[in-house]
């Protein structure tokens, strides 16, 4: 039970107290935005025109680098390869707490017609690819410097230590086969080399601009909020002969068809579907070169994602042997390549709770709790296995347009408009403030 105030003016003085240092806090973030916001904005178009693949982030990072010192912020480089970590230590003691963006780009011609458009090409595994901040983390990495910038600014008023997270390859990297499972990169890699050790990290925050969701509005879910994602690759292996006489060797195309087949019942027959969703994907499949010839094998790639832990362990347990046993019925071998790229991402209910008031500072009247998880996946995932952490998603289109028009994330045509910068840095910042006064 609460105790009675044993003063009730000494309580009135301290509420007046406490409210106005909340209003004056309110009023150095804003103010402090405001001025860093021309920054962020060029920061922001100038990432946009140079993209780096995955891995591949050495000019960004370089920027980044040379920014947080700028800041006086302590800055680690080469972390997950390409990443930069930078520390804050604030005036006064309190929690260690981490923010985070990623820095890569995707292999995608960008056709949006932007006066900042991409003007580079890259590098994924030896070929020239097109290379375009089509996923937005340009924005992410502008609005987590602008943040460093206005909390390095007012250090003396933060309470505990603000740790930065850039992170590279969260799209996965540029110099590595997808389905090579001996390279770690993104965020794993980050933690490996200790992102999150020295200092300890108590909790993790991300903000993510998505396209079809208005300008300057955050959206926020607790528990799983993102889906898992696994790569698989599968290589039928049968006995090439005439396709006049197919008793004479074994089909890998009709394997390969009741393998597709076969994969989907691992959701609809054998996943418990009241604790949330599974989806497996054939994207690709690739056998043959004549019709009257039976190829000697058929190589097919694959996706799959889940909401729930449970159902992604089953997929991923249950799998291997369907894909065995149906490729030995028919007198097939086939190989299956299985590569996680990440689990689900959990939003920690309790700091998702508590981090409420935080988004209505960032974005007043603008916040909307998300009815259900969203189908994408992100490395952010790893972050929140370790830590309690917080991945919000900030709206990228601006208000007057039709949302469902929008280009999605990954479009040649995407574009996060710059008007929502603001809100991101204020969202990064908040975070810091209300983790220590919660
Ligand atoms: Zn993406
Ligand atoms: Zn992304």
């Not at 962020?40 to 993209?51: A, F, G, K, L, S």
């Not at 490996?192 to 959206?219: N, W």
Request: charged content about 20%.
């Amino acid at each position: 039970m609460r105790k009675k105030p044993a003063c009730l003016s000494f309580t009135l003085l301290g509420l007046l107290i406490a409210s106005a240092s909340q209003a004056a806090e309110s009023d150095w973030v804003e103010a402090a935005v405001t001025a860093v916001n021309p920054q962020v904005i060029e920061w922001r178009h100038d990432i946009h025109q140079h993209p780096e693949l995955g891995n591949m982030e050495v000019r960004t990072a370089a920027l980044v680098a040379e920014q947080l010192r700028a800041s006086g912020i302590e800055v680690r480089t080469g972390v997950g390869k390409t990443g930069v970590v930078g520390v804050l230590k604030g005036g006064k003691p309190g929690p260690v707490v981490a923010l985070r963006a990623d820095m890569d780009a995707l292999p995608v011609k960008e056709m949006t017609g932007l006066q900042f458009a991409s003007k580079v090409q890259g590098l994924r595994l030896g070929k020239t690819v097109p290379v375009m901040h089509a996923c937005g983390h340009d924005t992410h990495t502008a609005m987590l410097l602008g943040a460093a910038k206005v909390l390095a600014e007012h250090r003396e008023q933060i309470a505990g230590t603000v740790v930065f997270l850039f992170q590279p390859a969260e799209e996965g990297a540029a110099d590595a086969d997808d389905f090579d499972t001996s390279s770690v990169a993104g965020a794993r890699a980050m933690i490996r080399d200790g992102a999150l050790d020295s200092p300890k990290v108590e909790a993790v925050f991300g903000v993510h601009v998505m396209a079809g969701y208005p300008t300057g509005h955050l959206y926020y879910k607790a528990g799983p909020v993102l889906n898992s994602d696994d790569e698989f690759r599968i290589t039928v292996s049968g006995r090439q002969t005439h396709g006049s006489a197919p008793w004479t060797g074994s089909d890998p195309i009709v394997a390969s068809a009741q393998i597709v087949n076969g994969l989907q019942t691992l959701v609809s027959r054998r996943s418990d579907l009241t604790k949330g969703m599974g989806v497996i994907s054939v994207g690709s499949i690739n056998g043959g070169t004549a019709s009257n010839i039976i190829p000697e094998s058929v190589v097919m790639t694959g996706t799959i994602r889940s909401n729930h832990p449970d159902i992604r362990a089953g997929i991923l347990e249950q799998m291997p042997a369907m894909v065995g046993n149906i490729a030995s019925s028919y007198a097939t071998t086939a190989k299956l390549q299985l590569v996680p790229y990440a689990p689900v991402t959990v939003n920690d209910p309790a700091l998702t709770q508590a981090m409420v008031t935080a988004l209505e500072k960032a974005a007043p009247g603008k916040v909307e709790r998300l009815p259900a998880s969203l189908s994408p996946s992100e490395d952010f995932a790893f972050y929140a296995q370790k830590v309690p952490g917080l991945f919000v998603f900030l709206g990228a289109t601006p208000e007057g347009e039709d949302m469902s028009k929008a280009a999605n994330n990954h479009s040649p045509y995407f574009t996060a408009d710059d008007a929502t910068l603001a809100t991101g840095v204020k969202a990064h910042v908040q975070f810091v403030l209300n983790y220590a006064s919660r």
